[in-house]
């Protein structure tokens, strides 16, 4: 019966922890202690007939990120959009290749916390000069340079040469939260180049997405200029601020932006504006796989159901040591020594259910590809505070299972079973 009770709780915990892991691995903060400062503005440029449910898009017109942008209303702010590039190396044995990333502005690096291995991003200056300069990723920086510094050196994006002005190291936030769009899923992996958002627009590179205000939902892009300062939102703007009054400071500002639109005549509506920082964003966005959430409620029952049997397993385990319990308190033992026994027998149980619990948990996570999609597997792992919080959950639940079988036993009366002995 022992036994039965620590294999029924190995694997009752294993399979919360195991969906515990995949919880917490999609659903931690990719900037923790900064989330809190950095936000999304929207502004709704396409009105109720195409909205949904009255939220704005989830991505800004051109105008309106570059009216935001040269207001300077934040500490710190940038416009990206991603999209891809071809690149082509002067190295001959290097063939050319496809890559995507993003077309950012220079506050992007330091808004993000973005560590890099070699030089750095670039400044305002050359934003406004629309400069050839390109940050990329360590890896491509392996595959065209050998991981030498390569910052001086050039390489031809879309036939246009740029000027490497930083290598990042390895940067991979997860959930990928910057640049979230139809094309780009939370948990697919960051890009690989980095260019001013300015000379990209000068390029005509579009982002990956785009959504306008169309019944059709199709854009023309042959009419570059058009098409900028057309309704079709693709842009992400971000801003970085740090107190409540700036965060209802430039809420406010939104709010006057919107309106002097509307009164201009662009826009027919109320001002319909929203401002949510990173943690927000993503709630909004539904980041979290539904199968993630699923499961954690799936085995949170399941262990449930397993503690109802323990519950059951002890009552019976500990009622047929009644004798010995009747025993031992004619010979003076109080119920607090009744109740300080069984506990401690349920809380070694426990620990021996929580290591098997643990090896269990092990083989979850390595098995977790098997049930969820391989970019989100690949980011389970089991350390050394999941290991704990295993043990942990198994002796606290076993005490707290053995809470009334433990009250059954010490309610025992010594005269009666001294009677039937």
């Given at each position: 019966?022992?036994?039965?009770?620590?294999?029924?709780?190995?694997?009752?915990?294993?399979?919360?922890?195991?969906?515990?892991?995949?919880?917490?691995?999609?659903?931690?903060?990719?900037?923790?202690g900064?989330?809190?400062?950095?936000?999304?503005?929207?502004?709704?440029?396409?009105?109720?007939?195409?909205?949904?449910?009255?939220?704005?898009?989830?991505?800004?017109?051109?105008?309106?990120?570059m009216?935001?942008?040269?207001?300077?209303?934040?500490?710190?702010?940038?416009?990206?959009?991603?999209?891809?590039?071809?690149?082509?190396?002067?190295?001959?044995?290097?063939?050319?290749?496809?890559?995507?990333?993003?077309?950012?502005?220079?506050?992007?690096?330091?808004?993000?916390?973005?560590?890099?291995?070699?030089?750095?991003?670039?400044?305002?200056?050359?934003?406004?000069?629309?400069?050839?300069?390109?940050?990329?990723?360590?890896?491509?920086?392996?595959?065209?340079?050998?991981?030498?510094?390569?910052?001086?050196?050039?390489?031809?994006?879309?036939?246009?040469?740029?000027?490497?002005?930083?290598?990042?190291?390895?940067?991979?936030?997860?959930?990928?939260?910057?640049?979230?769009?139809?094309?780009?899923?939370?948990?697919?992996?960051?890009?690989?180049?980095?260019?001013?958002?300015?000379?990209?627009?000068?390029?005509?590179?579009?982002?990956?997405?785009?959504?306008?205000?169309?019944?059709?939902?199709?854009?023309?892009?042959?009419?570059?200029?058009?098409?900028?300062?057309?309704?079709?939102?693709?842009?992400?703007?971000?801003?970085?601020?740090?107190t409540?009054?700036?965060?209802?400071?430039?809420?406010?500002?939104?709010?006057?932006?919107?309106?002097?639109?509307?009164?201009?005549?662009?826009?027919?509506?109320?001002?319909?504006?929203?401002?949510?920082?990173?943690?927000?964003?993503?709630?909004?966005?539904?980041?979290?796989?539904?199968?993630?959430?699923?499961?954690i409620?799936?085995?949170?029952?399941?262990?449930l159901?397993?503690?109802?049997?323990?519950?059951?397993?002890m009552?019976?385990?500990?009622?047929?040591?009644?004798?010995?319990?009747?025993?031992?308190r004619?010979?003076?033992?109080?119920?607090?020594?009744?109740?300080?026994?069984?506990?401690?027998e349920?809380?070694?149980?426990?620990?021996v259910?929580?290591?098997?619990?643990?090896?269990?948990?092990?083989?979850?996570?390595?098995?977790?590809?098997?049930?969820?999609?391989?970019?989100?597997?690949?980011?389970?792992?089991?350390?050394?505070?999941?290991?704990?919080?295993t043990?942990?959950?198994?002796?606290?639940?076993?005490?707290v299972?053995?809470?009334?079988?433990?009250?059954?036993?010490?309610?025992?009366?010594?005269?009666?079973?001294?009677?039937?002995?």
């Amino acid at each position: 019966m022992t036994a039965l009770v620590i294999v029924l709780l190995a694997f009752g915990v294993s399979a919360c922890m195991v969906s515990y892991a995949v919880f917490r691995a999609t659903t931690s903060d990719p900037l923790p202690g900064k989330s809190s400062r950095l936000y999304v503005p929207l502004i709704d440029n396409i009105g109720p007939s195409y909205n949904y449910l009255g939220e704005p898009n989830e991505t800004l017109s051109y105008m309106d990120a570059m009216a935001l942008w040269h207001a300077h209303k934040a500490s710190r702010q940038t416009l990206l959009y991603p999209t891809k590039w071809q690149v082509e190396s002067d190295n001959p044995s290097v063939p050319a290749m496809t890559e995507t990333g993003d077309a950012v502005t220079a506050d992007f690096f330091s808004m993000f916390d973005v560590p890099f291995r070699f030089g750095s991003g670039w400044t305002a200056d050359d934003d406004a000069q629309h400069a050839t300069v390109a940050v990329i990723s360590r890896h491509l920086n392996e595959a065209l340079f050998g991981g030498h510094n390569s910052v001086g050196q050039e390489i031809r994006l879309d036939g246009q040469l740029f000027r490497i002005g930083g290598v990042l190291e390895d940067w991979n936030p997860r959930p990928r939260f910057f640049d979230l769009g139809d094309d780009v899923r939370p948990f697919d992996d960051v890009g690989d180049i980095y260019i001013p958002f300015t000379r990209a627009t000068d390029m005509k590179k579009d982002s990956t997405f785009s959504l306008c205000p169309t019944d059709s939902q199709a854009f023309d892009e042959s009419n570059w200029d058009a098409y900028l300062h057309s309704e079709c939102d693709r842009i992400v703007a971000w801003v970085e601020l740090a107190t409540p009054a700036d965060v209802d400071s430039y809420r406010e500002y939104l709010r006057h932006y919107a309106a002097e639109q509307q009164r201009l005549g662009r826009f027919s509506w109320p001002p319909n504006i929203r401002l949510r920082n990173l943690t927000d964003w993503l709630t909004f966005l539904q980041v979290t796989p539904r199968a993630s959430s699923l499961s954690i409620l799936v085995s949170a029952s399941f262990l449930l159901i397993v503690l109802v049997n323990v519950v059951g397993l002890m009552l019976a385990r500990f009622m047929r040591r009644a004798p010995e319990i009747g025993v031992r308190r004619a010979l003076g033992a109080s119920r607090t020594a009744i109740y300080r026994q069984f506990l401690i027998e349920a809380a070694s149980m426990g620990f021996v259910g929580g290591l098997l619990g643990v090896a269990l948990t092990l083989l979850g996570v390595w098995g977790a590809g098997a049930l969820f999609e391989p970019n989100i597997a690949r980011l389970v792992h089991a350390d050394t505070s999941l290991i704990a919080l295993t043990v942990l959950l198994a002796i606290a639940a076993t005490v707290v299972s053995a809470l009334y079988p433990t009250w059954r036993a010490a309610q025992t009366q010594p005269a009666w079973q001294i009677k039937i002995n």
